[in-house]
């Protein structure tokens, strides 16, 4: 396939041609300050304000639920905020570096693991979406709105790259503007009640499931961070791209929450977060609701569908790679709606049990995959061996996949679930560390699997930069 150029990518009616494929030098295009408006746009919006009113749900008091959504949403960043840079250094998607850890054929674990992320996620936003269109225009019913929202979702994420980006800047300071007046309105709409309001802490292991709640919030982006920094240039300023996209999240994710817990803690018996927006700002907030939501949609749906292409190419050479794109989004896009249809009805208690099952899953991965490339690769890799089985990192590597299911292994003692209560729950008074524990069995796990393992794994073996380096022909 001919090269594509920047004046390509920058071209409003080009559909992106790049799926999982290296960007070469050539076609590096952005500026870090993009980084930014994405990731604001990308959080300034009704799912972090519902998930703030899931914290004073949970049992916490305004205060307690302020100091949680902080704790956490800055906890889950650190970890992003390093994930970002990668993107630029590599010129890959997020999941596809997980071959250097995994393998190629290993790495399929994670691909699955963050489809599931994707699709669980759009479904989640679609239902709060819908919600809120319902309210203002209750002749279409919930279902029928998720099937609505989903083509405007559908044609953002078929163009791509340039168009979420494109699309975040203009959200950005619509949205800033808006949730500002939103917030004005709530705190003119009167004070807390008694039972929301005053300092007294709560229990320990409900604070730490709030925590919980808005780590994995943003650790969730964390398989998607670099697939929207690759295009930038490689000689990017490094500390720029993390505070970018740290502030980036940081800001908008603590305003929303620290609102939605606001709101909710006004009004706690609304029939939801988003009914208690209606009735404290009007119904002219329900369309930005539903509005600030379309671009996340869109990520989850760019991120599954790379995740998708990236499972299709263990088996097939991926070179359509514009019907890979919209064959992948589509089916990503449609599994999303089915998995909303379904669960819209439980929607609060689904989306609690599907983050903190997530936690389980992702934290291991973060720590395996950071601790491989700042402290054993230092962001060398050879590129073209993450596109063939038969290159540095081979099919199946076994020094990270074990690590990485013992890690998994280690949280389920810690776990405290709907479905399932680990036997050292009780023991530490009630308090799901499980997060916590993996990600730091799976830091030492991995580093003692890279000791055990000597000098001869190829995947220990240092290389140069990637533009030293040719793709084979099947990803060229």
């Known amino acids: ?27 590096r295009h952005g500026k870090v300050r993009h ?23 949970f049992g916490l008091n305004f205060f307690w639920a302020c100091v949680a959504i902080v704790l956490g949403t800055l906890l889950g960043l650190l970890l992003v905020g390093f994930h970002a840079i990668q993107g630029p250094q590599l010129g890959i998607p997020q999941m596809i570096q997980s071959r250097g850890q995994f393998g190629f054929y290993g790495a399929v674990l994670v691909f699955i693991a963050s489809i599931v992320l994707d699709f669980g996620f759009l479904a989640a936003q679609l239902v709060i979406q819908a919600d809120a269109m319902n309210l203002l225009v209750p002749s279409i019913s919930i279902p029928g709105w998720i099937a609505i929202i989903t ?19 203009l959200l950005t300071l619509v949205l800033g503007v808006t949730f500002l007046i939103i917030f004005i309105q709530a705190l003119s709409y009167g004070g807390l009640p008694k039972s929301v309001s005053g300092f007294h802490a709560p229990p320990f292991a409900l604070f730490v499931g709030a925590v919980a709640l808005f780590v994995i919030d943003m650790i969730s982006w964390a398989p998607y961070v670099s697939d929207y920094s690759r295009y930038l240039p490689e000689d990017v300023n490094r500390p720029a791209t ?44 329900l369309v930005v609701m539903a509005l ?3 671009g996340s949609d869109a990520i989850n749906s760019y991120t599954g569908m ?3 292409a990236g499972i299709a190419s263990c088996w097939t050479e991926v070179r359509e790679r514009r019907a890979v ?8 896009v449609g599994a999303g709606l089915i998995c909303a249809l379904l669960g819209y009805q439980q929607f609060v208690n689904n989306l609690a049990n599907f983050l903190d099952v997530l ?118």
């Open 151 to 169: 083509v405007p979702v559908l044609l953002l994420a078929i163009y791509g790259y340039g168009w979420i980006h494109r699309w975040q800047r």
């Open 325 to 332: 794109r919209v064959v992948g989004i589509v089916a990503l």
């Open 1 to 27: 396939m001919s090269a594509v150029s920047v004046q390509d990518l920058e071209n409003p009616a080009q559909v992106e041609v790049r799926s999982i494929d290296h960007v070469p030098p050539a076609e």
């Open 306 to 308: 790379l995740a998708l």
């Open 359 to 476: 936690l389980f899953v992702f934290i291991p991965w973060s720590a395996i995959n950071l601790v491989d490339y700042y402290f054993v690769k230092h962001g060398h890799y050879d590129i073209p061996s993450f596109f063939t089985p038969k290159g540095r990192y081979g099919g199946f590597l076994w020094r990270g996949l074990i690590p990485y299911l013992l890690a998994v292994a280690v949280e389920v003692p810690f776990i405290d679930q709907t479905f399932y209560t680990g036997p050292l729950v009780k023991t530490l008074g009630g308090v799901d560390i499980s997060w916590i524990v993996g990600g730091i069995a799976g830091i030492l796990f991995y580093l003692i699997a890279l000791r055990v393992g000597g000098s001869g794994d190829r995947s220990a073996d240092v290389v140069g930069p990637p533009k030293q380096t040719e793709l084979p022909e099947s990803v060229a």
């Open 35 to 57: 980084q930014f408006t994405l990731w604001f746009a990308a959080n300034m919006n009704v799912f972090n304000i519902v998930l703030g009113g899931v914290a004073v749900l």
């Open 242 to 285: 993390f505070t970018a996209v740290f502030a980036g999240n940081a800001i908008p994710t603590i305003f929303c929450g620290i609102l939605g817990a606001y709101i909710t803690g006004l009004l706690p018996h609304a029939s939801s977060t988003v009914s208690a927006i209606q009735h404290v700002a009007g119904s002219w907030a």
């Open 292 to 294: 600030s939501l379309i």
